[in-house]
């Protein structure tokens, strides 16, 4: 007997867990996301008529849409409780159009997934809002719109198979300008000079000048003022201070919070934060709002007080400073203060008891602080000294947690040791050492984030789905690179003598930071010179605001659209009149001093390569490809000569070859058809034969002593790869299970886990059918299920997998003979009638 009640969520884990909250009435059900979109192919967009799209059930889509039907048909009441936004506001209107709901449908929304949260939305039902879908669709149609036009002339004009996208390319170009950025920066130097103190008890004072001296010589003159002066506390300075709580997270912040604090990018974030959601452990994660609502206010206030007492309780209601911001929507917050942990994998866990201590601190009392200013005389001149520490007298909300530490620009202060104004203080040593300017850094994918937020640009659905773009369309590279080593001059006093000396440090070193490509970096200029409003930062800003009138019932969307369109379409049909873009030609980098061939640059068919020779010449031009740290537009003509002395042989071991080369791996020794990768402090061009072998040894050292044994006459090693810890035996790798340990795993454990993958995988078919490869009965992790071909289907409860025959499998499929022989029906009727 079918539920009086269907409810329809987007995900199945939400669907889940909703339907323990719902009475026996309800039955709940996913449309695991869109059910519908604008085609693939085609533009799908009719212009003429008011922009109207024409939308398809997607293909994966087609069996859901069908199951849902029919639930709907025999269900009294239907309710579409997709996400409280404009996503899913235009997921449940897409379900209203393609099940043929009326419009009185009723539509609820929550912002958590609690037990009152729900019941409370069932209490308070509403249409569907038609103003939050236009919003949604005129994002859509304007996307399509600048991606199907725009596209085709970025193929004639640049190269074939590339893509611009409204806001994806405004991304590109922050990250494009802030490389050029970074490569017309000219760094200087100063010195900054230190002075540390002794005082009794062995404690130490360190001290300051409140300047930088610009060159070494006015650091020398400084130092020698200093040389026999007496050092004099000459003012000690206490001042109270306080520090405040950050807000509650937003999408955003909560982005970059856990990019600096757990190292995940922007897409774990939301994957961890989605599951948190969905479980019912935290409210809605995508909201660019800071507001708590009374009813968390009064829990978290609860919740302080009894782990913390009252002291540490404190009030707050925070203003979101976007003044596109839903004040109605809640910041991320825990959806109970009293649970600190949550989740169901460790990344999840982490994530939650972030959310959790930045909620929690959010309502916590200031951390009161004594801030302490030592100033120091100097007697030889008028310069002074200064020393800066800082006591926490009451810790409030730092009890929980502190910002990420590069959000400050200020260094944590310790306290100052006792000191009395007068106080002679003796000099251990002086320090005057050489520091350089640093450029703007490079973007991460929360500093980008941070500054799409600051500009107005996307907003919170949008931020991890366009930095996943322009990473999977090479426009941009996510990855570490090494630094570079410079010397640095330092001047030292100590027992009134100076002494210099020279020293070596590395800088530059880049951890998971955004690179454009050259591919990136020809595709934004080519935008910026012929369509420079679809990437002006101010114009895709405006464009959001626009969207959040057509939200607010402010402005129609199609106006919207038309208005853009005119200019955009004008401009396009222009194009054929732009010129190629001039980077996709041959740079001329000079002539190669030891062969006098001229080398050149440019972007191929399968990206940009560096050119040894002339094509006129009688002997064909040498190529290389271009690592990706080199730009088509920065690279020198001695960098580009450097490529072509790859691949090259650097010597012998063991009477064979050692190859030098670089891979999609990076740099690396070949050997005996084994490959042996380079280190980040090992250069290709450079690295001797002494090296290579070394790297070599290392590595079957390395591989010996992680060895536990032979099985079956054949070694068992250990190891740690991107899939966790393994063990490794005839050329096949076994993940170890939860809770066993690499470090001190045994042989007899080693094969143990061999041999239960073995089993495993021997048990995995249940059945197979001859007359149908494609189609598979399997036993998986979560249970048996059916494969059709790269399709999974579920198996219903009850049914023996065993027993399955493949008519059946194919029905469950939505493959059934019993469709093909109705497709057939017409061509028989058809032969019937020529007889």
Same mark, same amino acid.
């Given at each position: ?104 449908? @009723? ?91 002794? !005082? ?8 300051? !000048? ?37 807000? =509650? ?50 829990? #978290? ?39 600190? #942990? ?55 909300? !730092? ?13 944590? @202060? ?21 520091? &350089? #300017? ?43 690179? =090494?630094?570079?080593?410079?010397? &640095? ?49 101010? &114009? ?55 062969? %006098? ?57 063991? %009477?064979?070859?050692? !190859? ?64 966790? =810890? ?71 409860? %009850? ?17 059934? =003979? ?15 009638? @020529?007889?």
């Amino acid at each position: 007997m079918a539920k009086k009640n269907l409810v329809i969520v987007e995900s199945p884990a939400k669907a889940k867990t909703i339907e323990g909250y719902l009475g026996g009435d309800f039955q709940v059900k996913s449309s695991y996301g869109h059910v519908r979109d604008l085609p693939d192919k085609g533009l799908a967009i009719d212009i003429k008529n008011g922009f109207l799209p024409t939308y398809e059930v997607s293909p994966d889509k087609v069996k859901v849409v069908n199951e849902l039907r029919q639930l709907a048909k025999s269900s009294q009441e239907v309710w579409l409780a997709t996400d409280d936004d404009r996503e899913g506001e235009a997921i449940s209107w897409h379900l209203k159009e393609t099940l043929g709901l009326p419009d009185s449908t @009723k539509r609820i929304v929550f912002r958590e997934i609690t037990k009152g949260a729900i019941q409370k939305a069932i209490q308070n039902p509403r249409t569907i809002n038609q103003d939050l879908v236009n919003a949604q669709q005129a994002r859509r149609v304007l996307d399509r719109l600048i991606g199907f036009e725009l596209s085709p002339v970025l193929w004639e004009k640049v190269k074939r198979g590339l893509s611009a996208g409204r806001v994806q390319s405004v991304a590109v170009r922050l990250v494009v300008e802030r490389e050029r950025d970074i490569d017309k920066f000219k760094s200087k130097s100063s010195f900054k000079v230190v002075a540390l103190f002794r !005082l009794e008890g062995g404690k130490v004072l360190q001290a300051e !000048l409140a300047k930088n001296l610009e060159t070494a010589e006015l650091a020398r003159t400084f130092l020698e003022k200093c040389r026999g002066a007496i050092f004099t506390i000459k003012n000690l300075e206490t001042k109270p201070a306080k520090k405040s709580p950050a807000p =509650p997270f937003t999408t955003s912040t909560l982005q970059q919070e856990a990019s600096r604090k757990l190292g995940y990018s922007v897409a774990s974030t939301m994957l961890y934060a989605q599951k948190l959601y969905e479980a019912g452990k935290i409210s809605y994660m995508r909201t660019d709002s800071t507001n708590l609502s009374e009813e968390a206010i009064s829990k #978290s206030k609860a919740s302080i007080i009894d782990q913390f007492g009252d002291s540490y309780s404190q009030v707050r209601k925070y203003k979101t400073k976007n003044e596109s911001a839903q004040e109605a929507h809640e910041a991320i917050r825990p959806t109970e203060f009293s649970v600190a #942990s949550a989740g169901e994998t460790r990344q999840e866990q982490r994530l939650y008891e972030l959310i959790w201590k930045r909620a929690i601190a959010s309502q916590m009392a200031d951390a009161q602080l004594e801030r302490t200013t030592a100033t120091i005389g100097i007697s030889t001149t008028s310069e002074e000294l200064i020393a800066q520490g800082e006591v926490i007298k009451f810790d409030g909300f !730092l009890k929980v947690y502190l910002e990420s530490k590069d959000d400050e620009d200020e260094e944590s @202060k310790g306290m100052l040791p006792p000191l009395s104004i007068g106080q002679v203080l003796d000099l251990d040593n002086m320090k005057a050492t050489e520091r &350089f #300017s640093r450029p703007p850094a490079r973007f991460t994918e929360a500093s980008l984030v941070k500054e799409l937020e600051e500009r107005g640009i996307g907003r919170p659905s949008t931020y991890a789905p366009t930095i996943s773009t322009i990473i999977k369309r090479e426009y941009v590279v996510k990855e570490d690179r =090494p630094g570079k080593e410079r010397s &640095f001059q330092e001047l030292v006093l100590k027992d009134n003598a100076i002494r210099e000396s020279t020293g070596k440090e590395t800088y530059g070193t880049e951890k998971a930071k955004l690179f454009p490509t050259t591919i990136g970096m020809i595709v934004n200029d080519f935008l910026v010179q012929n369509f420079d409003n679809v990437v002006d930062f101010k &114009f895709t800003a405006d464009m959001e605001e626009e969207f959040d009138k057509i939200a607010e019932g402010q402005i129609e969307w199609q106006r919207m659209i038309d208005n853009f369109y005119k200019n955009f379409h004008s401009t396009i049909e222009q194009s054929s009149s732009a010129e190629k873009s001039s980077v996709t030609s041959a740079r001329e980098l000079g002539i190669d001093p030891k062969t %006098g061939k001229p080398v050149s640059v440019r972007l191929g068919k399968y990206g940009p390569y560096a050119q040894l020779g002339d094509s006129k010449d009688e002997q064909k031009p040498q190529y290389a490809n271009l690592p990706k740290d080199k730009l088509l537009e920065t690279i020198t003509l001695e960098e580009a000569i450097e490529l072509f002395k790859l691949p090259r042989t650097v010597g012998e071991y063991e %009477g064979k070859e050692l !190859l030098v080369n670089i891979g999609k791996l990076g740099p690396y020794v070949k050997f005996d058809d084994k490959y042996f990768n380079l280190t980040p402090e090992d250069d290709p061009y450079t690295i001797d034969e002494e090296r290579a072998v070394q790297l070599i040894e290392e590595k079957r050292a390395a591989e010996v002593s992680e060895m536990l044994g032979l099985f079956e006459n054949n070694p068992i090693t250990k190891g740690k790869g991107r899939f966790g =810890p393994y063990v490794k035996h005839d050329g096949k790798f076994f993940s170890l299970p939860r809770g066993m340990n690499l470090a001190t795993i045994s042989l007899e454990e080693a094969i143990t886990v061999i041999q239960n993958k073995r089993n495993a995988e021997a048990n995995k078919v249940i059945r197979e059918f001859p007359e149908n490869p494609s189609v598979k009965v399997l036993n998986g992790q979560y249970g048996p299920y059916i494969q059709i071909g790269k399709r999974n289907v579920r198996i219903p409860k %009850g049914t023996d997998p065993a027993t399955l025959t493949l008519e059946q499998c194919l029905e469950l499929g939505g493959e059934t =003979p019993a469709a093909e022989e109705k497709e057939k029906k017409p061509a028989r009727k058809k032969a019937e009638s @020529k007889k």
